[in-house]
């Protein structure tokens, strides 16, 4: 992805990378790349794994009230906020997948205003 974005940055006026579970994380661990204009992450559990990043673009992350695989509210605490804009809701990983059992239509339309939102502020 970060060979992608280096090889495409020049041909755009404006790159955002937008990922859910895995591909959040991905995203996130691109955001220290030139070139990237912003970060929109659903549910990127591993994330946790890679606090210290320092992100040169602006990022809105998506989490649910809880993860199995760890504690949502330690690692929203142990973010540095200082170009990171973190939203938690209700439900569980995948509740803004339509095709999963564990969609929440409310949850995923509050997380989809909030990343319209954020588009237009950057």
């Not at 605490?77 to 803004?96: A, C, P, R, T």
Request: with cysteine.
């Amino acid at each position: 992805i970060k060979n992608l974005l280096a090889g495409v940055k020049n041909k755009y006026q404006k790159i955002y990378i937008i990922g859910f579970s895995v591909g959040a994380t991905i995203a996130w661990l691109c955001s220290e790349e030139d070139g990237l204009d912003g970060v929109v992450g659903y549910y990127g559990s591993r994330i946790r794994n890679f606090t210290k990043i320092v992100p040169l673009c602006p990022i809105i992350l998506f989490f649910p009230q809880e993860e199995q695989s760890f504690n949502v509210d330690e690692l929203i605490l142990n973010l540095d906020k200082k170009n990171i804009e973190v939203h938690k809701y209700f439900g569980h990983h995948g509740f803004s997948d339509p095709y999963s059992i564990k969609f929440n239509e409310k949850s995923s339309q509050q997380a989809f205003n909030e990343m319209l939102n954020f588009l237009k502020k950057h």
